[in-house]
């Protein structure tokens, strides 16, 4: 399987891993910003949701090579690497290490995809 492929897995993995969380952690009022801080949250969450749902147009275009789809998905993962930054201060200051952790590890892979997908620009079929 080529980097193009993995690229798009695992955008589309991501984003609807995005979207189930977010969903999963409002259902059960894990999110108690939405009584403290409603504004915040609320324009958070429409940033949230903005970068899931490009990452899984990003990501259904680089798999099915539409010339449109590295572009969408450069801009989704420079939206992912700011959002999983942004996440791992907020499980660091609430100090749940694991959260941390797979934040971090969601840093390096982002970093590496947007590396190598730079890099190696000509196995995406850029038009």
Known sequence: MGLQKI???YSIIIGIAMIG???SFIATDQVPEINTEPIRITYHLIGEFLTAI???IGGFGLFTKRGWGFHIFLISMGMLLY??????GYYAEKGDMIMVGMFTLFQLLTV???GLSLYKMKEFKIK
């Open 54 to 56: 490009l990452l899984l």
């Open 112 to 114: 590496i995809f947007i």
């Open 7 to 9: 690229a798009a897995i």
């Open 21 to 23: 969380m977010w969903f």
């Open 83 to 88: 959002t999983v930054i942004v996440s791992t």
